[in-house]
């Protein structure tokens, strides 16, 4: 008996140690952070966009669609915040390989996404599914500032080779499309979507600086200790102004 | 006016290169310097040739991917279809390489350099090394202009005329490094052109050849005379203008920018202050060479030979106070459009008079079309179209309707392929057996010849009524616009016809190669001519004449009654010709 | 296929095609007597054997001539050009009740900004940034307040024979009066860049009962 106990012990102790041993797989193990932006104050009237110059554009809405500088959900949350990793990686960190392009969709002439998070390095896919002259500014001051243009229905795979929050994209044939892209050196972001929840996991354990982005009501940081596989909420306030 | 002449034997002293590399790449003999800017200068007419070939596939075929475009990267021609951001790198190196390494260096960098001292009578030019040196800059100029080609994000973008603040913030062109090694060369070749004009104003001042006064000088000279001060005055201001381009790509100037307090019509005074000047230069050694040309094909002297030389100077000097006609619809205060309207119409004077007397010249001539000939006479008709698409747009009213159309881009064809290549075909033709001791074949020439005219005209003839319609310039896809889409066809005729224009171009290029080996030996005189390089061997060799020659009349006497054969060499002595006095320090009388 | 002129959709049509016209007949005149001398001249006076040219230097009379005849021809076309331009272009010609349209012209697109039933732009009730739509009344003067934000663009409707550059740090105003009803094209006449050829407009002429209606709805977001 006790020499099942002690063989137990050992090979729990091996095991422990050959995952350990194995490197931090971030996506299997480790701490989360989830949380809501809310949204507080009067919710602005967005205006209209003008899409009747660019038919194969408004065919393809029912009601007219309008400006997303300011996306307020049905429950009183906001929309298209970037929340992201600050500081407080160990210095060892290293992030895994991307493993696919992250897409950008030229569609209806809106970008899809409208905020969004790439590793430093990793593909971004931009498509055209509109089949309209598009062009894609980058106004990056980090990263070297891009602009190329897609006269039809085609796909530009760019990459960016510096940490920067955030690099504004742009077109210019259609002024009102707008987006930002969040380039960092690790995969601890994440943006709200149409519930104002955003979640970060597979966080190595550690004392964490938070930032939460919005394109017109400025960030806003939390301070963040998880430890093990722990999940802890965080959530973030906007007003309006 | 007494002129002053060094026509001591001094060239004699120094002793022929020996070497490769000093007699054919390090050379300061003018005529290796010319023949140096010939093939630097053809290779760049290629390659302006070859954008212009990808500009009219988009043109002709919007969307479609180009036959061999596989070979361009994605940044270019994703999948052969040329981006628009690529198309505008074709418009505006296109014009750069055209303008500045093909035609400016052929008239100029070529014929300045290997005709002056053969005509004039003088052993070599007034500086030969400042020769090698303008040679070379033109060259680093080119390699630099080439190089903008293939850096990341590709070249300058913004129009061979360079408009800021587009070209001055890569924030709003996309291209930062091409934009400044646009800059970069242009500063170079401009310090080519000023090196080079030096040297051929002090050479025909000081090196003509006992007898070679200023009115026995070829019009040919005379037009590279007034080139080279038009040369020697407008190109610092380009030179000046793209140095202020560049500080503000660069070191943080504002010359051109307005939220910083530039001014974007500055950079078109100073551009065009250099433009309309660099026209000129673009086409009065190709009048020069046409009437020397045509005098000789119509075996007849140059009709009006004095009113030539006085609509050269004419051209030259209203030729400043033209430039503001490309900046009508500017901006620029409209009183200002008056009175370049009025020196603008002006100006149209001076050529007329040339084209009638050139007519004149053949005017009961015994006209003798040998292939140089058909270029020149091609070159009046040509031309003439072009001068007189000229006048619509000098009337400011009419302006409004095309500036910025294809009626311009249908001008400025006439004057500079109609006019200034078409000269330069038969300049070659004629003065490739002085330079080569070869005959290019004749038979070839006329097959050339006559495709390229036909197919030239086909090109560039409709594009007035394309910019009559309101076609737009620099346009990618005229197709985005209703009253555009009912010419399209046009655009596609006149893209296949310009293929055709290129394809034929091979002949002249595979003449030109092949005659260099397999060429018949040239006679000494093969067009029965009276210049003073038409009395020295084939090719001509280093340091030209042993003894300077004396010069007993002027240029074009042909089908004179002193004689009985139809011409009469400058330095053939009379009996009743008396030997030109020559003053102790050398000057003629 | 369009080869001539286009339609004339303005005042200054009518205008600038005469003088086009009347520059035609002219250098039409030229080109014939030119091209018409060359030809006859290659032929009637090719090399034969026995043949010898006519030795000349020239002849003085006919240099006058040919010089005088251009040059009064070409000053007399100036100077009739020249009052057009001033009727057009002049610094004062722009008529004082003429609508005023503000034309923001950027990299890629024309926003339009019109006046609200003030007449007068930059007071409240202005129609701001209606992008690449130019609506105006037939038979009145229209004034373009014409900016650019960025590079140098040019405002360019073909059938109202209308030009001008928009130049980043000037205010630049160009009129015009429409007089067919109908609609047109603008286009941009000034290299700006990868999108030069994207900066298309839509002109419509209108009767002022429509433009005044489209001007109400436009008032409302609710642009057609």
Known sequence: MRKVGVAGAFAVGLMALAVAGSGWNGAQAGATITGTIKFTGAKPVMAKIDMSDEPVCKAKYQAPPTKEDVVVNGNGTLANVFVYVKAGLPATYKAPAAAAPVVLDQDGCRYHPHVFGLLVGQTLSIKNSDGIAHNIKAKGVKNRPFNISQPNTMTTPRTFTASEVMVPLECNVHGWMKASVGVLPHPFFAVSGTDGSFKISGLPPGTYTIEAWHERYGVQTATVTVAGAQAKTQDFTFAAH | ?589 | MQWWLPVQASTFAPQIDGIFTAILIITGLAFVVVEGGLIWFIFKYRERPGRKAFYTHGNVKAEYIWTAVPAVVMVGLGLTSNHYWNEIKGRNSVPPNAYPIKVHAKQFEWLFTYPGPDRRLGTDDDITEVRNKLHVPVGQPVVLEEESEDVIHSVFVPAFRVKQDAVPGMQIRAWFIPTLIGEYDMGCAELCGMGHYKMHAKVTVQSQADFDAWLAKAAQGDIE
């Open chain 2, 1 to 589: 006016m007494t002129t002053v002449a060094a026509t001591h034997d001094v060239g004699h002293g120094e002793h022929a290169p020996s070497g490769f590399w000093r007699k054919y790449i390090f050379s300061t003999d003018h005529k290796t310097i010319g023949i140096q800017f010939l093939f630097l200068s053809l290779f760049f007419l290629l390659l302006g040739g070859i954008l212009a070939m990808q500009m009219r596939w988009q043109l002709g075929f919007p969307g479609k991917p180009m036959p061999g475009g596989g070979i361009l990267p994605e940044s270019m021609a994703p999948g052969g279809v040329i981006l628009p951001e690529y198309y505008i790198q074709l418009v505006t190196m296109h014009g750069t390489f055209m303008v500045f390494f093909a035609i400016m260096p052929l008239l100029v960098g070529v014929f300045a350099n290997f005709l002056i001292p053969l005509k004039l009578g003088a052993h070599d030019m007034a500086f030969p090394r400042i020769n090698m040196a303008s040679f070379w800059f033109a060259f680093a100029a080119g390699m630099v202009m080439l190089a903008s080609l293939f850096v990341p994000e590709g070249a300058a973008r913004a129009g061979w005329t360079m408009y800021a603040p587009l070209s001055a913030r890569p924030d709003l062109s996309g291209a930062e490094l091409g934009q400044k090694l646009w800059s970069v060369s242009i500063v170079l070749l401009g310090l080519s052109s000023i090196l080079g004009s030096l040297n051929y104003i002090t050479t025909i001042i000081n090196n003509r050849a006992p007898g070679m006064t200023w009115f026995r000088m070829p019009l040919s000279v005379w037009s590279l005379f007034i080139t080279a001060i038009l040369g020697l005055l407008a190109l610092p201001v380009l030179s000046g203008a793209a140095i202020m381009l560049l500080f503000d790509q660069t070191i943080g100037t504002h010359f051109f920018d307005p939220p910083a307090g530039g001014q974007p019509l500055l950079w078109q005074h100073l551009f065009w202050f250099f433009g309309h000047p660099e026209v000129y230069i673009l086409i009065l050694p190709a009048m020069g060479m046409v009437s020397d040309i045509i005098a000789n094909g119509s075996r007849k002297p140059i009709f009006g030979y004095h009113s030539m030389v006085f609509a050269i100077i004419a051209i030259a000097f209203l030729g400043w106070i033209v430039w503001g006609h490309h900046m009508f619809m500017s901006g620029m205060n409209p009183t200002l459009g008056s009175s370049f309207m009025i020196s603008t119409m002006v100006i149209a004077v001076p050529s007329a008079i040339k084209t009638f007397n050139w007519m004149g010249t053949m005017w009961r001539g015994n006209l003798r079309f040998h292939v140089p000939m058909m270029h020149a006479v091609a070159f009046v008709a040509m031309f003439v179209i072009g001068g007189l698409s000229g006048i619509f747009m000098a009337a400011t009213p009419v302006d409004m309707h095309i500036h910025d159309t294809y009626f311009i881009v249908a001008h400025l064809h006439y004057v500079l392929f109609g006019g200034s290549l078409f000269a330069l075909f038969g300049a070659i033709t004629y003065w490739y057996p002085k330079m080569f001791g070869r005959m290019m074949s004749e038979r070839w020439g006329k097959i050339h010849f006559w495709l390229t005219f036909v197919f030239y005209n086909l090109v560039f003839f409709p594009m007035h009524n394309l910019g009559m319609a309101g076609h737009m310039r620099r346009i990618y896809d005229p197709t985005q616009y209703d009253f555009l889409k009912p010419l399209q066809p046009l655009n596609t005729f006149i893209s296949v016809c310009a293929f055709l224009l290129f394809a034929s171009q091979a002949i002249f290029a595979l003449n030109f190669i092949i005659s260099l080996f397999r060429g018949q030996k040239a006679p000494q005189n093969p067009w029965l001519d009276n210049g003073l390089e038409w009395t020295l061997p084939n090719p001509a060799p280093h340091g030209n004449w042993a003894q300077i020659p004396s010069v007993y009349r002027g240029p074009y006497e042909f089908s004179s009654p002193e004689v009985e054969e139809d011409y009469l060499p400058q330095t053939r002595k009379l009996p009743t010709d008396r030997e030109p006095a020559v003053l102790s320090s050398g000057a003629p009388s």
